[in-house]
């Protein structure tokens, strides 16, 4: 795929020209407020000993969106005991769930724990899952990008984001945890996640890294890729054209760029000059309006993915600032 989006000049200057909403942060309050008023304590229970063997895993369930109940996954370095680690709330990409423990042994291998959060009502395109979501009627494209999208309370990403920021929470409280040493860490529908969580837990997260963020300057990605997941969007809206102007306001309140305002981590962050998947000015839109300590890792001829290489780059950097 050739270069496709703004040029490299002008990605460096791009910003996006979607409006906040009105009393965006006393929105988000509510919602999260709501969340951590209907939550139970959460369980964890030893998982696969016979496997793993000296390599602790814990199968998790944690309250998200409303109360709603939330699997994932907390690993933990072998031999760790029970000191208090750093550790990365790691999220999933579009279409995946938690998957298997195996799937997230990097980080305990490199001595962090992680705490894997499982992705409401995905899951089984490329991994498991094993959350469901709260129901919402209306009508809405296969996927789940438009579920909900006729109001910012009903939306989908609402719900996901929530639970994102929950999960940073529920870490932050488990043994074995240093509250003060939290990262949070996703590529695409994931990237887009840890910006929201980080943008949302404020001082909390330390280190955030997303990598070829999803959940971006939805108003610009949606005109310029017929890419899914974003291909959902505008595919619903040349149908029900009645819902634009309520589906465009929507996805003010979940945008990551306006989000990205609000971080105060030290960020890592990707993009991917070939990606027709999240386009590149999409992830400049976050990026740039981040005002924290910040890098991007520029792919001039890479698609929706990164190269191995960055792996160990985002290892130096949380050894640098975790």
Same mark, same amino acid.
Request: aromatic share 10%; net charge negative.
């Given at each position: 795929?050739p270069w496709f989006d703004l040029s490299? =000049?002008?990605?460096?200057?791009? =910003?996006?020209?979607?409006?906040?909403?009105?009393?965006? @942060?006393?929105?988000?309050?509510? !919602?999260?407020?709501?969340?951590?008023?209907?939550?139970?304590?959460?369980?964890?229970?030893?998982?696969?000993?016979?496997?793993?063997?000296?390599?602790?895993?814990?199968?998790?369930? $944690?309250?998200?969106?409303?109360?709603?109940?939330? &699997?994932?996954?907390?690993?933990?370095?072998?031999?760790?005991?029970?000191?208090?680690?750093?550790?990365?709330?790691?999220?999933?990409?579009?279409?995946?769930?938690?998957?298997?423990?195996?799937?997230?042994?990097?980080?305990?291998?490199?001595?962090?724990?992680? $705490?894997?959060? #499982?992705? !409401?009502?995905?899951?089984? &395109?490329?991994?498991?899952?094993?959350?469901? @979501?709260?129901? $919402?009627?209306?009508?809405?494209?296969?996927?789940?990008?438009?579920?909900?999208?006729?109001?910012? +309370?009903?939306?989908?990403?609402?719900?996901?984001?929530?639970?994102?920021?929950?999960?940073?929470?529920?870490?932050?409280?488990? #043994?074995?945890? #240093?509250?003060? !040493?939290l990262a949070v860490s996703g590529g695409?529908?994931?990237?887009?996640?840890?910006?929201?969580?980080?943008?949302?837990?404020?001082?909390?997260?330390?280190?955030?890294?997303? @990598?070829?963020? $999803?959940?971006?300057?939805?108003?610009?990605?949606?005109?310029?890729?017929?890419? +899914?997941?974003?291909?959902?969007?505008?595919?619903?809206?040349?149908?029900?054209?009645?819902?634009?102007?309520?589906?465009?306001?929507?996805?003010?309140?979940? @945008?990551?760029?306006?989000?990205?305002? =609000?971080?105060?981590?030290?960020?890592?962050?990707?993009?991917?000059?070939?990606?027709?998947?999240?386009?590149?000015?999409?992830?400049?839109?976050?990026?740039?309006?981040?005002?924290?300590?910040?890098?991007?890792?520029?792919?001039?001829?890479?698609?929706?993915?990164?190269? !191995?290489?960055?792996? +160990?780059?985002?290892?130096?950097?949380?050894?640098?600032?975790?």
């Amino acid at each position: 795929m050739p270069w496709f989006d703004l040029s490299e =000049r002008e990605l460096a200057t791009y =910003r996006t020209t979607t409006a906040e909403p009105e009393q965006f @942060d006393s929105w988000w309050k509510v !919602r999260l407020d709501e969340a951590r008023a209907a939550a139970l304590p959460p369980v964890l229970t030893p998982y696969a000993a016979d496997a793993y063997g000296p390599l602790p895993v814990w199968d998790v369930e $944690f309250s998200g969106y409303g109360g709603d109940r939330v &699997r994932g996954w907390y690993i933990r370095p072998a031999g760790s005991g029970v000191a208090a680690l750093p550790t990365v709330v790691s999220y999933i990409g579009y279409g995946g769930g938690r998957g298997l423990p195996s799937e997230h042994v990097l980080l305990p291998a490199a001595g962090y724990a992680v $705490f894997v959060m #499982d992705t !409401r009502g995905q899951g089984g &395109r490329w991994t498991l899952g094993a959350t469901p @979501d709260s129901g $919402f009627a209306g009508p809405e494209h296969p996927g789940v990008m438009t579920r909900g999208i006729a109001s910012p +309370e009903t939306y989908y990403v609402t719900r996901l984001m929530v639970d994102a920021a929950r999960a940073v929470e529920v870490a932050a409280s488990l #043994d074995g945890v #240093d509250p003060t !040493r939290l990262a949070v860490s996703g590529g695409s529908q994931g990237g887009g996640l840890a910006l929201a969580a980080a943008a949302l837990n404020g001082d909390a997260v330390k280190v955030c890294h997303a @990598d070829i963020p $999803f959940l971006c300057d939805f108003q610009r990605a949606i005109t310029i890729t017929d890419a +899914e997941p974003y291909g959902e969007i505008s595919q619903f809206l040349a149908q029900h054209v009645d819902l634009i102007p309520q589906a465009l306001d929507t996805l003010r309140y979940v @945008d990551g760029a306006l989000l990205s305002r =609000r971080i105060t981590a030290t960020s890592l962050l990707s993009v991917a000059l070939m990606d027709e998947i999240c386009p590149p000015s999409t992830v400049y839109a976050a990026y740039n309006e981040i005002t924290a300590p910040k890098e991007l890792a520029v792919f001039p001829f890479t698609g929706h993915t990164t190269p !191995r290489v960055h792996d +160990e780059r985002k290892l130096r950097h949380l050894r640098a600032h975790l």
